[in-house]
């Protein structure tokens, strides 16, 4: 972004009306953008402390007074369990996202610090693999899980993240402009195993990379509706949050469609994520673009 | 055998590469088990009729039974096929409409008409986001404009990507209710007067589920163009500004061309993520798919299939799926492949350079692009 600016010198008086015009428009312009992206969350916010009457019949540019009865009635639902959704969306995300971090930094290591025979041709091999989208095998896979008894229960959310071939191309390139060679021959010579190598040296110095690729894989996971809508049909212990989101949009009885409730609801599914991503948005967006700048 | 005469570290120690192999067997065993023998099975099932059946002295029951091509196509209009006469069935030869114009009875079977509601609300979102977003990039990395506070914009614009899409699409059904802020505000502005449903009307139920596509995809194209123009070497806009070129010639015949690849790649992967758009058109059309089904995608077509038991059916649908994906996916790598070839000396290097370190034939732009496209599909979908 810092570019020697030749040229910004030479410019004339009227030149410089046009460029300030410009930038004044540009500023416009974002703004109208941003608020589009902000004003639903604000909605969120808002109407989420407002009764369903109110919200019904106005804009909500301001905060009401029923914070407490919509967050209490959400939670008192019993054809949805809040409570449950939270938690089992929590673990999932959370197992996922460990899994797939863990086990896809254990593979890129294998593949990128041992140059055994065939180790090329499976680089190539989980990158084509990474272009299959998993919808194409839903089928197969539900009906998988259905013979195994696995129905309504987490672990088929989470355990295949094990494969997660995105995750790996990230590490491997991480890899290959951070890792050690000469460190990792020390610690042999030293008789460190190379299970113990792996967890003691590398995975500390890789951290950056497993914190932003987490992240990402937490935010897949929390945000799947598709795969635990197959797989999640046992009722209200069993439901992740953008399960109860689609259960929460049912209008067909008006006496339990509240819409204060709904709006704590959408509020429980993005505030967290959206919490989370204030805080570090910065490194979220460097592990975004990361990469393209150095190349 | 034993005439090898083994030292005791020999013993001790497992050769080195082996080490390789323990290392990446959880990922290919977790590859196997949940994704190789899925697809495999999913194309085995497309040859049969496999479906939950309930009828009156038998009770309920599986039937798998071969059929060979007729989950594809059948003549026969009372076996539904996916392209066959007796696919279109289920919505009973409605009129089909196409943006609020009747396209008549649409001979063609429904898939057809699904696949081109999905396209036509992706090219809706797609073409400002596209526009936008490449604005964006390059006021962004304008020199001379010298913008204040870009962090805070890149932060606000790309945070939607990580709102829940299900979420989106409830936030948005209920912004754009018949009385619902949306229509207040357009009331309060004169534009409308009294109620309106975008529900009921098929265009508007393509664009509201485009907007959120839109807001949803933006800032992420927006970062993605950006380390693309970044990665353009700078000395050529330096040059171009000592020789006196303006900002428009400079975007016209210096940034676009060598965009070029990276803006194919945001086209082709926007695709692959737009043909396979679920949640938000599932949660905003309350799983109907809005009016005459005008919303309904391929993929809440495949959900609801599989939910209903009929796995033969969806097993040949997700076949369909998957060879349009793989049309996408090889014209994704043929676009590289021709953009890259057009410099030999440079594609011969990294031929080289793919033999020798086993490297993702591509700049480390394309990586990076690739990587992080594929990420944002992910992320969303």
């Known amino acids: 972004m810092e570019r020697t600016l030749i040229g910004l010198s030479r410019m004339t008086r009227s030149q410089k009306v046009v ?79 460990t899994l797939s971090t863990y086990f896809s930094a254990l593979t890129a290591y294998g593949l990128q610090v041992y140059n055994f025979k065939g180790s090329r041709a499976i680089f190539t091999f989980i990158l084509v693999i990474m272009m299959i989208p998993t919808q194409v095998s839903a089928v197969g896979f539900v009906d998988m899980m259905t013979k195994m008894g696995a129905k309504n229960t987490l672990w088929p959310l989470f355990i295949p993240s094990i494969c997660s071939p995105v995750v790996f191309f990230y590490m491997k390139q991480y890899m290959e402009s951070v890792l050690p060679m000469e460190m990792i021959e020390a610690a042999r010579v030293d008789g460190a195993s190379e299970i113990r190598i792996f967890h003691q040296m590398i995975l500390p110095i890789i951290v950056p990379a497993i914190a932003v690729q987490f992240i990402f894989a937490f935010v897949g996971s929390w945000n799947n509706l598709l795969v635990p809508s197959l797989l999640l049909d046992g009722g209200p212990n069993f439901q992740t949050i953008p399960i109860v989101v689609a259960a929460f949009n049912d ?38 673009t990361e990469g393209s700048v150095k190349g | ?48 009729k496999y479906m939950k059946v309930t009828s009156a002295t038998k009770g309920t029951f599986w039937i798998q039974k071969f059929i060979g091509w007729d989950n594809f196509y059948s003549a026969d209009p009372n076996v539904s ?6 696919g279109y069935q289920d919505i009973g030869y409605q009129n089909m409409y196409i943006f609020g114009v009747s396209v008549g ?111 949803m995809w933006f800032g992420n194209t927006t970062l993605l163009l950006m380390s693309g123009i970044m990665g353009i070497d700078q000395s050529i806009f330096e040059s171009a500004a000592v020789d006196g070129s303006g900002a428009q010639r400079t975007f016209w015949q210096i940034t676009l061309p060598l965009l070029k690849p990276i803006f194919l790649y945001v086209v082709i992967t926007s695709l692959i993520g737009g043909v396979q758009l679920y949640d938000v058109s599932y949660i905003f059309t309350q799983g109907g798919g809005g009016m005459n089904q005008s919303s309904y995608t391929i993929m809440n077509y495949l959900a609801d299939l599989i939910q209903h038991n009929n796995y ?64 944002g599909m992910e992320g969303g979908k």
């Open chain 1, 19 to 97: 460029l300030n015009t410009r930038r004044t428009l540009i500023y416009i312009i974002l703004t109208i953008l941003a608020l589009l992206c902000l004003f639903p969350v604000f909605e969120v916010i808002t109407n989420m402390t407002r009764s369903t009457g109110a919200i019904a019949t106005s804009i909500g540019f301001w905060f009401g007074d029923k914070l407490v009865e919509n967050w209490t009635g959400t939670f008192a639902r019993t054809s949805f369990r809040m409570d449950k959704a939270i938690m089992n969306s929590l673990i999932v995300a959370f197992a996922s996202a």
């Open chain 2, 105 to 215: 009875k649409l001979y063609a079977p429904n898939i057809i008409y699904y696949l081109i509601n999905t396209m036509l609300i992706w090219i809706m979102g797609f073409i400002p986001q596209i526009i936008v977003s490449l604005a964006l990039a390059i006021w962004f990395t304008d020199a001379r404009l010298k913008l204040k506070a870009t962090g805070f914009w890149k932060t606000v614009m790309y945070m939607p990507n990580l709102i829940m899409a299900a979420a989106f699409g409830l936030l948005f059904n209920l912004m754009f209710s018949s009385s619902g802020p949306v229509v207040q505000i357009l009331n309060s502005m004169g534009i409308l007067s009294g109620e309106f449903s975008f529900m009921s009307n098929e265009f508007w139920c393509h664009f509201v589920i485009a907007l959120i596509n839109f807001l």
């Open chain 2, 312 to 375: 033969g059916l969806s097993s040949a649908l997700s076949v369909f799926m998957f060879i349009i994906t793989a049309i996408l996916s090889l014209s994704l790598y043929f676009v590289n492949n021709r953009n890259r070839s057009a410099d030999k000396d440079v594609a011969s290097s990294r031929r080289k350079r793919f033999r020798e370190y086993g490297e993702f034939p591509g700049t480390a732009k394309d990586i990076a692009t690739f990587k992080a496209m594929k990420q």
């Open chain 1, 251 to 288: 209008r067909s009885n008006p006496q339990t469609f509240d819409l204060g409730q709904v709006y704590v609801v959408i509020f429980l599914a993005i505030i967290p994520l959206l919490v989370i991503y204030l805080f570090c948005s910065r490194f979220i967006i460097k592990g975004m």
């Open chain 2, 1 to 48: 055998m034993d005439t090898v005469a083994r030292t005791p570290k020999r013993r001790k120690r497992m050769p080195l590469n082996m080490w390789g192999w323990i290392f990446i067997i959880p990922f290919f065993i977790a590859f196997l088990w949940f994704q190789a023998v899925p697809l495999g099975e999913t194309f085995y099932f497309s040859f049969f």
């Open chain 2, 81 to 86: 096929s996916l392209f066959g006469p007796g």
